[in-house]
Antibody, heavy 117, light 105 residues
Framework: QVTLKESGPGMLQPSKTLSLTCSFS??????????VSWIRQPSGKSLEWLAAIDWDGDKYYNPSLKSRLTVSKDTSNTQVFLKITSVDTADTATYYC?????????WGQGVMVTVSS | EIVLTQSPTTMTASPGEKVTITCRAS?????MHWYQQKPGASPKPWIYETSKLASGVPDRFSGSGSGTSYSLTINNMEAEDAATYYCQQWNYPFTFGSGTKLEIK
């Protein structure tokens, strides 16, 4: 059974760094073709793909946010992390951790993050 | 970056009605994926690689298209189909359409 679960601070202040963790089970990120992505969704709006890391450790970023994003994984291949620097109110959203082989087939429940002073 | 434009933005359909949602890409893509999202829930894969139904999706749903024009069709709309549907193209950077909110009359 594939599961993914996001965790994060809930709320943070503008200009800080947002750190998110995705803990997953039921698959191995070391399996060829496996990718874990981060996708976010502001309330009432559409989805925005942010970043991905694949089984080989290659990283992919949304060009519009690339300078602020860092995706990584742990050595046991059971967690993936995302850091977003210099957050602003526009970063307020629900953040999803999502598995992708050929399409986004398993989604976490999402973690809501609010950026506010 | 490939921009996806969905239409309509919102629509209301009666039970039994045929529904078609379209997704137009700013550049040609080989495949289109579709996701269904209900309020308070994570998106679910619905149709992948243009026309393949994800696990558990009723066969009243179908997908078609090529190049820059794709569509999701529901034959015989049911109450449980009320949701927001998003298209997504498979080239980096991945992008999603703005969504189509489908309501039941």
């Amino acid at each position: 059974q594939v599961t993914l679960k996001e965790s994060g601070p809930g709320m943070l202040q503008p200009s800080k760094t947002l750190s998110l963790t995705c803990s997953f089970s039921g698959f191995s990120l070391s399996t060829s073709g496996m990718v874990v992505s981060w996708i976010r969704q502001p309330s009432g709006k559409s989805l925005e793909w942010l970043a991905a890391i694949d089984w080989d450790g290659d990283k992919y970023y949304n060009p519009s946010l690339k300078s602020r994003l860092t995706v990584s994984k742990d050595t046991s291949n059971t967690q993936v992390f995302l850091k977003i620097t210099s957050v602003d109110t526009a970063d307020t959203a629900t953040y999803y951790c999502v598995r992708r082989q050929y399409y986004f087939d398993y989604w976490g429940q999402g973690v809501m993050v609010t950026v506010s002073s | 970056e490939i921009v996806l434009t969905q239409s309509p933005t919102t629509m209301t359909a009666s039970p039994g009605e045929k529904v078609t949602i379209t997704c137009r890409a700013s550049s040609s893509v080989s495949y289109m994926h579709w996701y269904q999202q209900k309020p308070g829930a994570s998106p679910k894969p619905w149709i992948y690689e243009t026309s393949k139904l994800a696990s558990g999706v009723p066969d009243r749903f179908s997908g078609s298209g090529s190049g820059t024009s794709y569509s999701l069709t529901i034959n015989n709309m049911e109450a449980e189909d009320a949701a927001t549907y998003y298209c997504q193209q498979w080239n980096y950077p991945f992008t999603f359409g703005s969504g189509t909110k489908l309501e039941i009359k």
